[in-house]
């Protein structure tokens, strides 16, 4: 005002007219001209508000499935208030519920400035446990059991498939009784939701209650050296016996009900000499068939 109008404006930067527009930080001078060519003179001073800064932190998931991890952006400086915006989607500030990965975020002030950080979400930097899953006996005979083993940690839980040939499914050491050929798998869970995988096969082998199951020697020689010195039955599918063996004179000289017991080639605390003897025996195996053999051995010293 004041002078005579109309007026004129002349800036620093080469625009003209009242009102100097897109202009960045820095000093400006401005010249007024009224209709006489009379002129005034100004000063204005745009100020750069101070940079826009994002801090940035997060907590790491237990493990790969689990996502519960969090990611923060505090900024800070230029012109509040904020807006944090995700590359996964998510709005606002934390970003919850994340899954081991990396993500973006975007600052932007009221001004509209922007600013971008990167945070990245790890999995747990705790080893997985070492899992060691095992059986007593990786082969067995149909109707037979076996134990299953696996790593015992405190506190974590314990699940076996297929449950339904298990005593306890959940137990670190089920006893497992197969009909067929089975793998069985065991998952570990710890305390945060993190679950460990591992199997044992248990192989099953028919019940065949024969001579391919069932073993008796034709000859042994009790001599004392620890070797053949007595006669067994030898099986692993039979539930109960009765064997007994005669001399050439028809005397019994051996007789017993329990498979673990052998002859040693005595009779009434007396050594046998050399020679053939009979044997009947009669064994009901571990699917409740019947067999029955007679034979001879031989005594050899």
């Known amino acids: 005002n004041g002078g005579t109008p109309s007026y004129t404006y002349t800036w620093s930067n080469n625009q003209s007219g009242i009102t100097a527009t897109n202009l960045c930080d820095g000093t400006y001078y401005v010249t007024v001209y009224d209709s006489h060519n009379c002129t005034a003179n100004d000063t204005?001073?745009?100020?750069?508000?101070?940079l826009l800064i994002i801090n940035t932190s997060a907590s790491n998931v237990p493990c790969i499935e689990i996502c519960n991890g969090v990611a923060t952006a505090l900024a800070s400086g230029?012109?509040?208030?904020?807006?944090?915006?995700?590359?996964?989607?998510?709005?606002?500030?934390p970003a919850t519920n994340l899954c081991a990965g990396t993500y973006t975020?975007?600052?932007?002030?009221s001004h509209f400035c922007t600013k971008e950080d990167i945070i990245t979400v790890n999995d747990s930097t705790v080893f997985p446990p070492v899992i060691n899953t095992f059986a007593d006996d990786t082969v067995i005979f149909a109707s037979r059991s076996t134990g299953l083993h696996t790593t015992?940690?405190?506190?974590?839980?314990?699940?076996?498939?297929?449950?339904n040939s298990l005593n306890n499914s959940n137990s670190p050491?089920?006893?497992?009784?197969?009909?067929?050929?089975?793998?069985?798998?065991?998952?570990?869970?710890?305390i945060y939701g993190c679950s460990y995988l591992d199997s044992v096969t248990v192989y099953v082998i028919d019940v065949l209650c024969d001579?391919?199951?069932?073993?008796?020697?034709?000859?042994?020689?009790?001599?004392?050296?620890?070797?053949?010195?007595?006669?067994?039955?030898r099986s692993n599918i039979l539930n109960s016996i009765y064997f007994v063996i005669y001399?050439?004179?028809?005397?019994?000289?051996?007789?017993?009900?329990?498979?673990?017991?052998?002859?040693?080639?005595?009779?009434?605390?007396?050594?046998?000499?050399?020679?053939?003897?009979?044997?009947?025996?009669?064994?009901?195996?571990?699917?409740?068939?019947e067999f029955i053999k007679k034979g001879n051995i031989t005594l050899i010293r």
């Open 44 to 50: 204005i001073t745009i100020e750069d508000p101070s």
């Open 78 to 93: 230029s012109a509040p208030p904020y807006t944090y915006q995700w590359s996964n989607g998510f709005a606002g500030n």
């Open 105 to 109: 975020v975007t600052v932007t002030d």
């Open 152 to 163: 015992v940690f405190s506190g974590l839980s314990y699940f076996w498939t297929p449950a």
């Open 173 to 190: 050491n089920p006893i497992a009784a197969p009909t067929t050929t089975t793998t069985y798998y065991v998952t570990i869970v710890d």
């Open 211 to 233: 001579e391919s199951q069932i073993f008796i020697p034709n000859a042994f020689t009790p001599n004392g050296d620890n070797k053949n010195d007595k006669v067994f039955i």
């Open 247 to 289: 001399n050439r004179w028809g005397e019994k000289v051996f007789e017993t009900y329990d498979i673990g017991k052998g002859w040693n080639g005595t009779y009434k605390e007396k050594t046998c000499d050399p020679g053939v003897f009979d044997y009947y025996m009669k064994g009901i195996c571990i699917n409740n068939k």
